[in-house]
């Protein structure tokens, strides 16, 4: 297979078919290596909190997730959500370098069990190809909240900007303020 590995269940040569063949801090997906990030995946989310303004990006990303609005060419960055007191809450990318997919999972983050509640890709809310949803929480519930990008990222164009608050997305956007 020269530099790549063969996949004795379809011989056929891939870069990889499972992590093991990626190293430490990578993993195989889609028959690709990817550098784990340090957080952001469904296995280490990050904290979330309404009123966050949360600055990040897709690059590291890995891109083995979707909504049902769309992401799967996308890299994505996962957060965990647990709302300590039950209401909608808006959430939206409006700030983000590129054309956003938001979505949100319940119950858990991947598998069967994991129930998408909300998605969306280019609001009127926040304008252009940016997103935004209210989802219905629960005190004490945990939520994963989602950034992705619909068709992909161009390089140096993957960074976003995650903010939320109390209440529908409905009136003025929410405002992104960030030093950077």
Do not use: K, M, W
């Not at 989602?146 to 960074?159: A, I, Q, Y």
């Amino acid at each position: 297979c020269g530099d790549g590995v063969c996949n004795p269940d379809s011989n056929t040569c891939q870069t990889c078919f499972n992590d093991a063949h990626c190293g430490d801090g990578s993993a195989c997906v889609n028959n690709e290596c990817f550098v784990l990030p340090d957080g952001g995946t469904c296995d280490t989310p990050i904290a979330y909190a309404v009123g966050d303004i949360a600055i990040g990006t897709v690059a590291q990303g890995l891109p083995n997730q979707q909504g049902s609005c769309g992401g799967a060419a996308s890299p994505q960055t996962v957060y965990r959500f647990v709302p300590d007191v039950d209401g909608p809450v808006c959430f939206q990318t409006r700030g983000s370098q590129f054309d956003t997919v938001l979505y949100a999972r319940g119950t858990a983050c991947t598998g069967e069990a994991a129930e998408e509640l909300a998605c969306n890709d280019n609001s009127r809310f926040t304008g252009n190809f940016r997103s935004s949803f209210a989802l219905d929480s629960v005190e004490g519930s945990e939520y994963f909240i989602f950034v992705d990008g619909f068709r992909g990222v161009r390089e140096g164009r993957t960074n976003f900007v995650l903010t939320s608050r109390a209440g529908a997305c409905d009136g003025d956007p929410i405002p992104v303020c960030a030093d950077d």
